[in-house]
């Protein structure tokens, strides 16, 4: 794969979002009695879920460019079902049905359990430990105080809108438990690192 990741982000980031994004679903699964077909198909579609955001076009989604990357790159290894499996989960894993997201349905659709799952674990993976190492570390790539970051990330508007949003857009009722665990886990960093 020649294209390079462009994403502000340590070189693996991705990597190691896809693997803790396929613990969780394989985790919300576990939690909610969702049957997992296929294992292998479950862990492939989350690992690889962001793979499209390196080098994606403009106006084209990083879910559609990352079907286009794992068709190209992995037809050798896949059969044509588990191909069509894996994709559906890189394909859907950000056309949630819940939250602002809902205004563009006509009616609400019915993905398969898993892939749902895979949305839960991506959106809750931003949030908690990660969160806040995501946070700092944004801190040193755009050259902003601890207390700048700190302040825009646990203190603003716009970091509010986008937990309540995240929140909303949650498919199952342990991922929204497992969700407000992570923004207590967050605050309480916070409020103990601010003194
Ligand atoms: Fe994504
Ligand atoms: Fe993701």
């Not at 909610?32 to 076009?57: N, Q, R, S, T």
């Not at 931003?126 to 700190?150: C, D, L, M, R, Y």
């Not at 302040?151 to 508007?157: C, G, V």
């Amino acid at each position: 794969m020649a294209n390079a990741c462009e994403f502000p982000c340590e070189p693996g980031y991705r990597l190691h979002h896809g693997e803790r994004v396929a613990d969780i679903a394989a985790s919300v699964c576990e939690t909610e009695g969702v049957a997992i077909p296929d294992p292998v198909i479950l862990y492939f579609g989350a690992l690889m879920h962001d793979i499209g955001k390196c080098g994606c076009p403009k106006g084209v989604s990083h879910a559609a460019h990352g079907v286009k990357i794992v068709e190209t790159h992995f037809a050798d290894l896949l059969s044509p079902g588990e191909m069509a499996d894996i994709c559906e989960i890189i394909l859907l894993h950000c056309e949630r049905p819940k939250g602002k997201w809902a205004a563009k349905w006509t009616h609400t659709p019915t993905f398969k359990p898993v892939v749902l799952a895979v949305q839960d674990a991506d959106v809750l993976d931003h949030f908690g430990p990660s969160g806040i190492w995501v946070s700092f570390h944004w801190a040193a790539v755009k050259n902003s105080s601890p207390e700048e970051t700190a302040r825009f990330w646990f203190e603003s508007e716009q970091s509010a809108e986008w937990r309540a949003e995240s929140l909303q857009s949650l498919n199952f009722e342990s991922s929204r438990a497992a969700f407000v665990k992570h923004i207590d886990m967050m605050n309480a960093f916070y409020r103990t690192w601010a003194k």
